[in-house]
């Protein structure tokens, strides 16, 4: 079965910190990697997607497949980062590919 | 513009009142789905549709029904809403199942 985890519910930083958002898959073959972001009160919106290997708001991940990992990562936080974000493995060319699961989030608060 | 639009944003019934949450897309994309999210389990997948008149259960599809009469279109139905179906419903839409995710605004549902 797909499994997603992100295992922090909530991770606090301090502006100017280095930030990592953990993500752990168990998929059989290989996933399209996904990071969804969700501000205050907004609609959920795409970050980042791994094919596009695009840096965006200064946030990257990186694909482990050794570790079956996509930790998303920014070397120094803004206070405009905190927000909600889903990590997202998609699997490619298996029997439940159509069936999309999201990791259950990990709050961003970044502070002063 | 290119988006997702739910109608209503904000329900609060009662229980066993029947109820439809609308979902359309102008972007001419093939795959619908309905997500719930709560706190603490994140985005789940309610239902899904690969195309007109396709669609299938994700993760989580008790209690509620779906339909794809039309490309644009995909209705999320509660024929007897109860209150552990309160929570914040999000429509999304793709160009095809693993591509990116394109939200709704959310559609926050209590049911008393």
């Known amino acids: 079965a797909q499994r997603v985890t992100q295992p922090e519910k909530l991770l606090s930083v301090f502006k100017g910190a280095p930030v990592e958002l953990k993500c752990n898959y168990s998929?059989?073959?290989?996933?399209?990697l996904f990071w969804y972001v969700q501000y205050s009160r907004q609609r959920l919106q795409l970050l980042l997607r791994?094919?596009s290997r695009e840096s965006i708001k200064g946030f990257t991940a990186d694909l482990n497949k050794g570790e079956t990992s996509f930790h998303l990562k920014k070397p120094f936080a803004q206070e405009e980062d905190s927000a909600m974000y889903y990590c997202?493995?998609?699997?490619?060319?298996?029997?439940?590919?159509?069936?999309?699961?999201f990791g259950t989030g990990t709050r961003l608060q970044v502070t002063l | 513009e290119a988006q997702v639009t739910q109608n209503p944003r904000y329900l609060i019934t009662v229980t066993g009142k029947k109820l439809t949450v609308t979902c359309s897309q102008n972007?001419?994309?093939?795959?619908m789905s309905w997500y719930r999210q709560d706190p603490g389990l994140g985005l789940r997948q309610i239902y899904y549709?690969?195309?007109?008149?396709?669609?299938d259960k994700g993760d989580v599809p008790e209690g509620y029904k779906v339909s794809r009469k039309e490309k644009r279109n995909f209705p999320l139905i509660l024929e007897s809403p109860s209150p552990n179906q309160t929570s914040l419903y999000f429509c999304?839409?793709?160009?095809?199942?693993?591509?990116?995710?394109?939200f709704g605004p959310g559609t926050r549902l209590t049911v008393l």
């Open positions: 999304a839409s793709s160009l095809w199942t693993t591509d990116t995710q394109y």
């Open positions: 998929y059989s073959g290989s996933p399209e």
């Open positions: 791994h094919i």
């Open positions: 997202a493995p998609f699997p490619l060319n298996t029997g439940t590919a159509s069936k999309l699961t």
């Open positions: 972007m001419n994309h093939e795959y």
């Open positions: 549709s690969m195309n007109v008149e396709v669609t």
